[in-house]
């Protein structure tokens, strides 16, 4: 790959992620680049590229079904309380009706250094046209992105934002979450920020299987630090995005992750009384950048 300036090196596993083998995967020898150095338009030319690519690819077809099917059941899932009526009513009233997905995307990393990241990127792109998601409509930050990256995504159309949320985002609409390979608490964090009966089932995440999570984790500190995760793993539905052997190192241990309503209905109503924000004390290696801690 002497025409893209990326060399081949062992890739490390994230954590929170799947078990890999020792697969390589293309990283750049100058992953902190600076804004001089990255030529804007030559790297949207290689994403395009990469997404061409991905369009080939039998395995995209299942993705771009995945998406649609779950896509339908969220735009069409009829208000069930008076609390879900005012919400719809305050989306008529501003002019935000659920016609389409939002999305939201969080710790891409590093893509114009690291290949797999380029990929994501790629795909999250196909994502957004399959389900009819306006460019605009989706927002990215990783605290990762150089300046020359965040330009890069506002020359593709993407909204970047500039405040590290930690994962804590409201879902207020239908909303695509694209967490790829991402840190525990990221998921954790969403989760809590949306966990009620309302808001659950108006999520759809693509990102790391929660069962997956859990059978790498110990279920001490998988219940007691990642508790959000550990009770939504027993109500949500899965389904396992496929994967081929030489993309493992980017798509591996992916599912599409909802939550039916039907499935949160059973659950104890104090489930979802006055939920208590995540603090991680007891984990020093957190997987996320904390906004108190990146400057």
Not at 274 to 283: A, D, G, N, R, T
């Amino acid at each position: 790959m002497s025409d893209t300036g990326e060399e081949w090196q062992v890739a490390r596993r994230r954590k929170g992620a799947a078990r890999k083998s020792n697969t390589l995967q293309p990283c750049s020898t100058a992953a902190a680049c600076c804004q001089q150095q990255l030529d804007v338009g030559k790297t949207v030319k290689r994403i395009r590229q990469t997404e061409s690519e991905l369009r080939c690819e039998e395995f995209w077809k299942d993705w771009k079904n995945q998406l649609l099917e779950a896509g339908s059941a969220s735009l069409t899932k009829p208000p069930e309380n008076k609390k879900d009526t005012e919400v719809s009513a305050d989306q008529v009233e501003t002019g935000r009706t659920s016609q389409h997905l939002e999305c939201v995307c969080y710790g891409l990393g590093s893509f114009s250094s690291c290949v797999s990241a380029r990929f994501q990127l790629a795909m999250l792109l196909l994502l957004l046209e399959a389900g009819q998601i306006p460019l605009k409509d989706c927002s990215v930050y990783d605290p990762v992105f150089s300046s020359g990256e965040r330009d890069v995504l506002r020359e593709l159309g993407l909204t970047v934002l500039t405040k590290n949320e930690e994962g804590k985002c409201p879902a207020t609409k239908p909303t695509l979450f694209y967490l790829m390979h991402c840190g525990k608490a990221l998921y954790n964090n969403l989760l809590w920020k949306n966990w009620s009966t309302q808001r659950l089932p108006l999520m759809i995440i693509i990102g790391n299987s929660f069962s997956g999570i859990k059978d790498r984790t110990i279920e001490r500190e998988f219940k007691r630090d990642y508790s959000y995760v550990s009770q939504a793993v027993d109500v949500c539905e899965e389904r396992a995005l496929p994967c081929p052997s030489r993309l493992i190192d980017v798509f591996s241990d992916t599912s599409v992750i909802t939550f039916p309503s039907s499935s949160l209905n059973k659950l104890p109503q104090s489930t979802w009384t006055e939920p208590s924000e995540p603090q991680y004390q007891h984990c020093p290696d957190l997987e996320i950048i904390l906004k108190e801690a990146h400057s």
